[in-house]
């Protein structure tokens, strides 16, 4: 992703805008989030990957205010969220999954009424309003009633409302669930965007090719657990880095534990009847890797070389699709 000079100095800056430490939250019996750390810096959108009831938004919750930990703190621009919360929420913006918008009311007047709310005064709320409807291109709608816009313009309406105050740091969760490519490709893009000068992005979504595209980090949570974080290539580099390999054939009676020398050499990824996935232990070239996969002891048909996916980590990590 191409970013600006600035942005790419402010990501490396040491101050972290947002700092989670150790965050546990549960429900009855149910650990919904349980020891969850990561930072965010300026500069950065930091991606929190997993599928649906993984504690993304428990997780967001939390860090926002709306519910407090069982354990654990909340640091925003340096200072810990439980000792002046009022502060903490002037300095971010918050984009829930559930669109919070009214309906009667134009797109201007929504982006307007959430300016006030947010302590502009009226005047510095039409002239932010006006900026953000052509930053979202939404100029040409902007005095038409909400109940008029489609799926996409209403998540670009409820995107602006969080912006309208100018935090450093926003959070976004799950803001392309439900529309279309072409409008989840607008959101994206804006997103990039708000980085450039410096805002902090936290962005939650279950939608792989978004982080994958998008974050410069990302975080893999399920079950409440952070279970690995990294840049791409870090997180690639987990399976192998280039060397993961998918073997096609006959594999109902192969036993890849069974074989000699073959956990020392291989790890699985996934398997069923007709195809077995698997990373490369070590740094071996690709090319010792595909002969000795064609020498285990099973028919194989075809062989390929690929390039980890997140869903790849995931499965490794979970032993379960990522949309699961």
Request: glycine residues 10%; charged residues 25%; neutral net charge.
């Amino acid at each position: 992703m191409d970013l600006s000079g600035a942005g790419r100095a402010l990501r490396c800056a040491a101050v972290s805008l947002l700092d989670v430490q150790r965050l546990c939250r549960a429900f009855g019996p149910l650990r919904a989030v349980e020891d969850v750390s990561f930072t965010v810096r300026p500069g950065e959108i930091y991606g929190l990957l997993g599928p649906n009831g993984a504690g993304k938004t428990t997780t967001l919750s939390m860090i926002c205010g709306l519910l407090r930990p069982d354990a654990g703190e909340v640091r925003v621009d340096g200072h810990a969220f439980s000792s002046d919360p009022q502060r903490a929420k002037s300095v971010m913006g918050v984009v829930p999954q559930e669109i919070a918008l009214y309906e009667e009311l134009s797109g201007r007047e929504n982006l307007e009424f959430w300016g006030r709310l947010a302590g502009l005064h009226r005047a510095e709320a039409g002239r932010r309003a006006a900026e953000l409807l052509e930053a979202l291109a939404l100029t040409d709608r902007a005095r038409d009633r909400l109940k008029t816009y489609s799926g996409g313009m209403k998540r670009r309406v409820n995107l602006g409302c969080a912006l309208l105050h100018r935090p450093k740091l926003i959070l976004l969760d799950e803001p392309t669930v439900g529309i279309d490519p072409q409008a989840r490709a607008n959101i994206l893009e804006f997103v990039r965007g708000l980085t450039a000068a410096g805002s902090a992005v936290l962005y939650t979504t279950h939608y792989l090719e978004e982080a994958e595209s998008l974050c410069h980090r990302i975080g893999i949570i399920d079950h409440g657990r952070l279970l690995a974080e990294g840049t791409l290539a870090e997180l690639r580099e987990r399976l192998g880095g280039d060397r993961v390999f998918v073997l096609e054939g006959d594999l109902r009676q192969a036993d890849p534990p069974g074989w000699p020398g073959f956990r020392d050499r291989f790890r699985v990824i996934q398997r069923s009847d007709s195809q077995l996935v698997v990373a490369a232990v070590g740094s071996r070239d690709p090319g010792v890797c595909l002969q000795e996969l064609l020498a285990l002891p099973v028919k194989v048909e075809n062989v390929t070389l690929k390039r980890p996916t997140l869903n790849d980590v995931f499965l490794q990590l979970t032993g379960r699709d990522l949309r699961e």
